[in-house]
């Protein structure tokens, strides 16, 4: 298929000027702010063409004499990459190893005798993946540069939603706000435009048969109102291109009744995800590897995220490097990903990463319970929890393990889940009988109740009295599966259970204890042993979590509240507890009798009671 004339996700490029249409009052709006300051801040909403008119309409504005742009992604590191790639640049090995970054601008100044540009795309990167130290280094490296008066113009591009992380910076260099442009997205007379003036365009091929057909491609990307998001105007007419030259490739033909086959715009960034991810399923793996796949570059606030390849071995240890590198090769060839320097990939746009993060797969369904497991048990629990071998007797709690297991199995973001009630919810039959039981078909799973025994044992004291070491094997893994009759493997899926977590600030008292447990939950975590984490704790020690944010800094993002059991769900465990045990009602109102006797005066039914009244019941019975 011949190479379509239009950008898709992808930026229009100094070399793209024929067909960059629309911008002329952005253009030179930026232009002229280069006679005037040498800080510029381009920002707008994600989609705009903040990149594109950067590298395309304000690089063509120049001769080449005048013209030396170097540009910057955070990549790992802001400053470590604005380094590299200045040090990438200095063909004539003219940097001393002392340089400072003014002296390295300077020094390719004078090797050049071109201005230089910096170009910082995508910089809110900086205040998404970045913490304060790259932040107040940066900005102190800026300060120093500008200070110098050298013959270097920076230009910032940022979404707009991020602005006010600039505040930190504006205080070290008051006049980052003062020559700025915003991007608004793109206006109907200028998006006509862009489709007219690509259609003329003689070597593309394309014979538009009316002037309103741009009118109805507008309204199908904008829903009939309000201005264009340059990128769905793109990959609308990507796809439009793509179906038309099916249909004819000598003649590319834009009318009415192309616009209405190819649908909405929501329609056409959905369907092209499902499309290659389709390709992906038949050609590959799985649909549901896929998603899990490409969440892996998506933000945990749902933009995209550059990753460098040794990180996603790190960040999916299940997966070979084979496999890591077939998946890699497709998802860049079908224009989902795109690669960067430094071994890096990202998604092509945010409007993908948007996608995919709405996008649930469908995940690993709850396993049936094991025929392992006795149904000719007593069903009553007494004062006791269940425990993990009453599961078969453990009624109407199957919404709250199904939606527990989906979060800790399902939910790729976090490898941690925090469960909290309070006394009396049930909890810990929650784990014992309802969850561990499904958990243990799939994966090693281990159940650990902290309590003072534990924390005063020999291992355990061990433990709390070091710091782990960071790259050395978690020992507190080792721990946790030291009666495993085989040890499970670095790649494995794990997933550990700590209950009553409240009795680790209870009985960690000595000097460093609770903080060295923090630390190596955290070092577990870190360490990239494909685990999973579930920490049960009681409502009334919820806030002294937050200690522990600085360690584990995700740890209050996936919660899972226990609420206490409502009348109706308490009829249904008394019905199959009856049954169960081989009790006949004589009227099914006894049912809500009974509920009614175990009901506290707030409404909430208290476990304990309805299990020592059937039992007595039973006993009376028997």
Not at 123 to 132: A, N, T, V, W
Not at 199 to 214: G, Q, R, S, T, W
Not at 302 to 319: C, D, F, S, W, Y
Not at 403 to 422: A, H, P, S, W
Request: net charge negative; glycine share 4%.
């Amino acid at each position: 298929m011949k190479q379509s004339p239009f950008k898709f996700l992808d930026a229009y490029e100094k070399q793209d000027k024929d067909i960059f249409f629309g911008r002329e009052t952005e253009v030179d709006a930026l232009y002229q702010m280069t006679y005037q300051t040498n800080l510029m801040l381009v920002y707008g909403m994600s989609g705009t063409g903040k990149t594109s008119l950067i590298q395309c309409g304000l690089a063509n504005c120049f001769e080449s004499s005048d013209w030396f742009a170097i540009s910057i992604r955070r990549q790992e590191n802001i400053n470590s990459a604005l380094i590299r790639e200045l040090r990438s640049r200095d063909a004539e090995d003219s940097f001393e190893p002392d340089f400072t970054l003014p002296q390295m601008v300077h020094s390719l100044y004078l090797d050049y005798l071109r201005p230089i540009y910096l170009i910082f795309d995508q910089f809110e990167e900086l205040y998404i993946l970045g913490d304060e130290t790259e932040q107040e280094t940066f900005i102190q490296a800026m300060h120093d540069l500008l200070d110098a008066d050298l013959p270097c113009k920076v230009v910032i591009a940022i979404r707009e939603e991020y602005l006010a992380h600039l505040s930190n910076f504006e205080r070290s260099i008051p006049r980052l706000f003062d020559k700025r442009l915003r991007v608004e997205p793109m206006t109907r007379a200028n998006a006509r435009r862009v489709i007219l003036e690509t259609a003329k365009n003689p070597k593309f091929n394309i014979h538009l048969c009316a002037d309103e057909v741009a009118d109805d491609i507008i309204d199908s990307v904008t829903g009939g109102v309000g201005r264009v998001q340059l990128t769905y105007l793109q990959v609308f007419l990507d796809k439009m291109y793509r179906m038309a030259w099916l249909r004819d490739a000598t003649d590319i033909i834009f009318d009415e009744d192309l616009v209405r086959e190819v649908g909405k715009i929501e329609d056409v960034l959905s369907d092209f995800l499902d499309e290659q991810i389709e390709v992906f399923a038949n050609e590959i793996a799985s649909r549901d590897e896929a998603l899990r796949w490409l969440r892996a570059f998506v933000s945990e606030k749902g933009t995209k995220m550059p990753v460098n390849r040794h990180a996603l071995i790190e960040r999916l240890p299940e997966m070979s490097e084979p496999k890591l590198n077939i998946f890699l090769e497709f998802f860049v060839n079908r224009r989902i990903l795109r690669p960067l320097d430094n071994d890096q990939y990202e998604l092509t746009h945010d409007s993908l990463a948007a996608r995919i993060f709405q996008t649930h797969p469908k995940g690993t369904p709850l396993p049936e319970l094991s025929s392992a497991y006795p149904r000719d048990i007593s069903p009553f629990a007494g004062f006791a929890p269940y425990s993990q071998n009453m599961a078969a007797q453990f009624f109407g709690r199957e919404e709250e393990v199904t939606t527990l297991f989906n979060q800790i199995v399902n939910e790729t973001q976090t490898r941690l889940t925090l469960v909290f009630g309070q006394m009396g919810v049930g909890k810990t039959s929650l784990m014992l009988a309802g969850l561990l039981p499904r958990l243990e078909v799939l994966y090693k799973s281990s159940y650990l109740r902290i309590n003072r025994e534990w924390t005063q044992s020999i291992l355990v004291r061990d433990l709390l009295s070091v710091e782990p070491q960071p790259g050395e094997p978690p020992i507190l893994l080792d721990l946790v599966f030291e009666n495993a009759p085989v040890q499970p493997s670095e790649t494995e899926r794990k997933v550990i259970i700590f209950d009553q977590f409240e009795e680790a600030f209870i009985w960690m008292q000595a000097p460093g204890q609770l903080l060295h447990f923090y630390l190596h939950l955290a070092h577990l975590l870190e360490s990239r042993r494909n685990c999973d984490l579930v920490l049960v704790v009681r409502d009334e020690f919820f806030s002294q979590l937050q200690d522990m944010e600085a360690f584990i800094p995700n740890i209050l993002e996936e919660q899972f509240r226990v609420r206490p059991v409502d009348p109706r769900t308490a009829a249904r465990i008394i019905t199959q507890m009856a049954e169960r045990a081989g009790i006949t009602f004589e009227r099914p109102e006894l049912v809500q009798r009974i509920v009614q006797q175990i009901t506290e005066p707030d409404g909430k039914v208290n476990l304990t009671y309805l299990q020592l009244y059937m039992e007595r019941l039973y006993a009376a019975a028997g």
